[in-house]
């Protein structure tokens, strides 16, 4: 079994065995699609996200959480995010205060700090920071706020994420997809991470089934389960 900690999975309508998939939702519409999934492999994720907090109306999502085993993807974005800051800010404040102590798969582009921030005045036990490419100096604050980080397939070729990944401590690493997003012209899926844990593989100079048990056991730690 290998672990994906954030795939867009309502937009891939497909099955993927050998998968433990955790789907995050956009928006309303996502969200409770996302709900309507019946897989014991699939865990479900509700949340309206950075880049849609100016276009969805928080009071429609909030009453799902208790439904969802986590909130996500939310979080903030400075940079691709047509949504104002002060709105971005208030409903990932909203989600974090609303979570019920359920893990938060966040999106964190040019915010590292406020989000960082947020987390920890809200008290938030399990936090998922999404494809971190943040500051690489930031990567010991989260490790000591107990959160994890994920890695992305395009650590193979993505330079700011593959530094990441060599610097990141291992016990703070889960493994995703972003499946149903595309990137450079190709649509990510869950079969793309046994690429990530090949790389993983060579950069801790582990061998792989060291590398998918770790990720497993991190997995298990970031979704209390
Ligand atoms: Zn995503």
Not at 30 to 37: G, P
Not at 66 to 72: E, I, N, P, Q, R
Request: hydrophobic share 40%.
């Amino acid at each position: 079994m290998l672990y994906d900690a954030h795939c867009h999975y309502s937009l891939l309508k497909k099955k993927y065995e050998g998968y433990f998939i955790a789907a995050v939702s956009m928006d309303y519409n996502s969200s409770v699609e996302t709900l309507s999934l019946n897989d014991k492999n699939i865990l479900k994720g509700v949340a309206i996200h950075p880049w849609n907090a100016h276009k969805e109306k928080i009071e429609s999502v909030l009453p799902l959480i208790d439904k969802a085993d986590f909130v996500g993807e939310i979080g903030l974005d400075y940079k691709y995010s047509e949504a104002p800051k002060e709105l971005q800010i208030r409903y990932f404040e909203e989600f974090l205060k609303k979570s019920q102590d359920k893990t938060v798969n966040i999106h964190a582009v040019n915010s590292w700090n406020d989000v960082l921030n947020l987390l920890i005045k809200h008290d938030i036990r399990r936090a998922i920071i999404h494809w971190y490419s943040g500051p690489k100096e930031l990567l010991r604050d989260i490790e000591g706020a107990g959160y994890f980080i994920t890695i992305n397939p395009s650590v193979t070729f993505q330079e700011k994420h593959r530094i990441i990944a060599e610097n990141a401590s291992p016990n703070i690493v889960l493994t995703e997809s972003d499946g149903g997003y595309m990137y450079k012209g190709k649509l990510l899926e869950p079969t793309d991470i046994p690429s990530i844990i090949k790389f993983l593989s060579k950069i801790w100079n582990e061998d792989e089934r060291y590398v998918e048990k770790k990720i497993e056991i991190n997995f298990r730690k970031a979704f209390n389960l």
